[in-house]
């Protein structure tokens, strides 16, 4: 018994090292080669999704839209938020910022989202059928859709120069438009 204690301790820790190694991986948004834009004759359709009453495609057709993956429990997602807060901020009326979290319940993520006075709607993604179309694998992933669908920056884990690189994607796709 205490050998099968141990052993589940071991690797709960090896999970729980696995998970952090996962989410602070290097960011492709800082690209120092190309600014993290991925060029529009090699950008792929973003998968649409509906989910309460935001239509990816609608929303994408308006204006260049962010989507960031992430969860309540998810230490590096609760560190780039208020990155992502400013940011959304400074982009209002040019740029549409979504949070999609598919590990809480839509409680948890209003009273979250209120808390920590999160200026962009979160939707639930509770079937985690739009994680599954974009494949997530590990969060915070954050997503850059330009105004003809297509993904034009991925960022996988935490950037903690975010609120320096992202605006580079976010500038030069709007240029575009």
Not at 19 to 32: E, G, I, N, W, Y
Not at 66 to 83: K, M, N, Q, S, Y
Not at 121 to 148: C, F, M, N, R, W
Request: glycine share 6%; charged share 20%.
């Amino acid at each position: 018994m205490k050998r099968t204690k141990f052993l589940l301790v071991i690797l709960f820790i090896v999970a729980a090292f696995a998970l952090v190694f996962v989410s602070v991986r290097k960011p492709t948004v800082a690209d120092a080669s190309t600014g993290g834009l991925i060029p529009t004759t090699q950008a792929k359709m973003a998968p649409d999704f509906t989910l309460q009453s935001f239509n990816l495609r609608t929303e994408s057709a308006k204006q260049p839209v962010v989507i960031d993956f992430w969860a309540t429990w998810c230490g590096p997602c609760r560190e780039e938020l208020p990155h992502l807060v400013t940011l959304s901020k400074k982009y209002t009326g040019r740029v549409a910022f979504y949070g999609i979290n598919s590990s809480d319940t839509p409680a948890d993520i209003a009273t979250f989202s209120r808390q920590e006075g999160l200026a962009f709607p979160t939707l639930s993604d509770a079937q985690h059928k739009v994680a599954a179309q974009y494949g997530v694998e590990a969060i915070p992933l954050l997503i850059v859709i330009d105004t003809h669908g297509k993904v034009r920056a991925v960022s996988m884990g935490y950037d903690e120069n975010v609120e320096q690189n992202l605006p580079k994607v976010l500038d030069a796709v709007l240029k575009e438009k």
